[in-house]
T-cell receptor, first 114, second 114 residues
């Protein structure tokens, strides 16, 4: 079946602009995660959804970052007033149900802030 | 907090040679351990995982890993490398009160010479 998809694959924006990154999880997966991967680093946890609610948003770096999952499927990561330091690959993952289930990752969105 | 160290940033091997990628973790109790592979333009793909039981874990694509509690290590091995194995490899751990928050190492880039 289809895997996790993310759009757009690349996003270039200017400092101070607002961006939205979209994640379509595997159908039927109730858990959804966002990670951020900076150049030369491993992915870092941002936020975890179980269903529609954010169960853990402890990894969001500041209040410019926000994520939603209104119907328990598609999720959108929103970044306000982008800064050059936000440039990274944003990865989305989903898992079937319980927290220990395997996380399946999407190809990521490469965000470049000029 | 848990952490993961991958001491080798870049490894080059010849096709057909054996491979060992090192991973050390820092965590008080027995963690859940993972190896993921990331190819250019692809999402992270799970190679194998260790939760409990047999300390030698078999994964996909002919990879295996051995959990050694005394050394806090979870090294990845393959007896004969193929050119298609060229990619970046990430070791990850889950623990510290969370069953879902993956903490990744910085990755090891594998180059395979013909």
């Amino acid at each position: 079946g289809a895997g996790v998809s993310q759009t757009p694959s690349n996003k270039v924006t200017e400092k101070g602009k607002y961006v939205e990154l979209r994640c379509d999880p595997i159908s039927g997966h109730t858990a959804l995660y966002w990670y951020r991967q900076s150049l030369g680093q491993g992915p870092e946890f941002l936020i975890y959804f179980q269903g529609t609610g954010a169960a853990d948003d402890s990894g969001l770096p500041n209040d410019r970052f926000f994520a939603v999952r209104p119907e328990g499927s598609v999720s959108t990561l929103k970044i306000q007033r982008t800064e050059r330091g936000d440039s990274a690959v944003y990865l989305c993952a989903s898992s079937l149900d319980s927290e220990t289930d395997t996380q399946y990752f999407g190809p990521g969105t490469r965000l470049t802030v000029l | 907090a848990q952490s993961v160290t991958q001491p080798d940033i870049h490894i080059t091997v010849s096709e057909g040679a054996s491979l060992e990628l090192r991973c050390n973790y820092s965590y008080g109790a027995t963690p859940y351990l993972f190896w993921y592979v990331q190819s250019p333009g692809q999402g992270l793909q799970l190679l194998l995982k260790y939760f409990s039981g047999d300390t030698l874990v078999q994964g996909i694509k002919g990879f295996e890993a051995e959990f050694k509690r005394s050394q806090s290590s979870f090294n990845l091995r393959k007896p004969s490398v193929h050119w298609s194995d060229a990619a970046e490899y990430f070791c990850a751990v889950v623990g510290g009160g969370s069953n879902y928050k993956l903490t990744f190492g910085k990755g090891t880039l594998l180059t395979v010479n013909p």
